[in-house]
């Protein structure tokens, strides 16, 4: 039953469905629950709530900059709350310039901000509009990450070499940040780097119920879930006990960065349906190169569900010419037209980012939103 959450209204009537922000159709993957206000709320099976449709609070204020500002409209209008009016321009020497162009004295500030690509400009916007609203006097502001650029350099690998993942934490702090709100991050303990509240949301219950759904045949007896490296496996494992599926591994050595070579399969794939999930497809290398290491030990099909689609260099050409049958992404970062091929499928967080921002603002928990 799901859990049990304070509402201003009763009596709701249930349908079956999901929201997609991409395609404004309801996919059959969540309980939609509408009552005769133009509120509405999505409710997974397991009891999480995500909420959606038009709800209101004064002191709630949400800004974007110009990293992903359809996700960040998504979300908006998935609160039932308008953007916040933000200018965010550059001067001609390619500086930015931010206004907040209405008051956030005394409010709670959400700032959506993915540092994707160019990760730098998007960085700098973010830290201005932080040092903004914080000059602006706004009670707490929490940052929504969807993306969390520079999270691969999350340690020392050699000598001489930056922890830069941390180094970006202490800028957030140090700008005004009072909260961090991201989805799946690279690294666990990235988390550790700040020494404000971090919740760090998953989209294993969206892949899976997607799964289920749209690439099943027989219940998924015949699937097993891939994990594209090693270091992947303790995620690539939760998404398998979510499915009830068996763990494969692609062992692989890295020879530099962003080059990888396919190793060694452990795990019976023959016949199977294998599904990679990983928390980001960069170059694709690592992926393509698993698949052809399971096609040639007599897979039957293979998918692969990546949280964030980076898709740097030729990654999308590299994946349409691979032998997978669908890639299936979260819009976390924006994926242009140009970098779109025909397996490719952008499922939308908006829902759930919606959700963890509700919970936080009211100061519930977050933590049925977060496996």
């Not at 992903?68 to 550059?90: F, H, Q, T, Y």
């Not at 700040?194 to 690439?215: E, M």
């Not at 962003?258 to 290398?285: H, P, Q, W, Y």
């Amino acid at each position: 039953m799901p859990v049990p959450v304070p509402r201003r209204h009763m009596h709701l009537p249930k349908t079956r469905g999901t929201y997609s922000a991409l395609t404004g159709t309801v996919l059959p993957c969540f309980e939609l629950r509408r009552a005769c206000t133009p509120s509405a709320e999505l409710v997974r099976p397991g009891g999480a709530v995500l909420s959606c449709g038009a709800w209101s609070d004064p002191l709630m204020k949400l800004f974007t900059g110009n990293a992903n500002r359809k996700l960040a409209g998504d979300i908006a209008d998935c609160l039932g709350i308008p953007l916040g009016d933000a200018d965010v321009r550059r001067f001609s020497d390619g500086e930015c310039r931010i206004t907040i162009k209405e008051s956030v004295r005394g409010r709670d500030v959400f700032i959506v901000q993915p540092t994707c690509s160019p990760t730098n400009d998007h960085l700098v916007e973010l830290l201005i509009m932080l040092d903004a609203c914080r000059r602006a006097s706004a009670s707490r502001i929490t940052c929504v990450i969807p993306y969390y650029g520079y999270g691969r350099q999350d340690r020392k690998c050699g000598p001489r070499e930056p922890i830069a993942a941390k180094l970006i934490a202490d800028m957030l702090v140090t700008a005004g940040a009072s909260r961090i709100l991201s989805v799946e991050l690279h690294a666990d303990q990235i988390m550790g780097f700040f020494n404000i509240p971090v919740d760090q949301l998953s989209v294993g219950g969206l892949f899976a119920d997607y799964a289920r759904t749209h690439v099943f045949t027989n219940g998924g007896t015949d699937a097993v879930v891939v994990s594209p490296d090693v270091g992947g496996v303790a995620a690539a494992r939760q998404f398998a006990d979510r499915l009830g599926t068996q763990l494969v591994i692609v062992a692989k050595r890295r020879k530099q960065a962003n080059v990888s070579e396919a190793m060694e399969v452990i795990g019976d794939v023959e016949g199977k349906l294998c599904i990679f999930r990983d928390d980001m497809i960069d170059t694709g290398g690592s992926m393509v190169e698993g698949a052809s290491a399971l096609m040639k030990r007599g897979a039957g099909r293979v998918m692969a569900f990546g949280t964030h689609a980076v898709l740097s260099g030729h990654a999308s050409k590299r994946l349409a010419a691979s032998s997978f049958e669908k890639v299936v992404v979260s819009d976390t970062i924006p994926v242009p037209a140009e970098k779109r091929f025909p397996q490719l499928d952008v499922l939308s967080v908006a829902p759930l980012l919606a959700s963890g921002i509700r919970c936080i603002h009211e100061g519930r928990s977050v933590s049925g939103l977060i496996r």
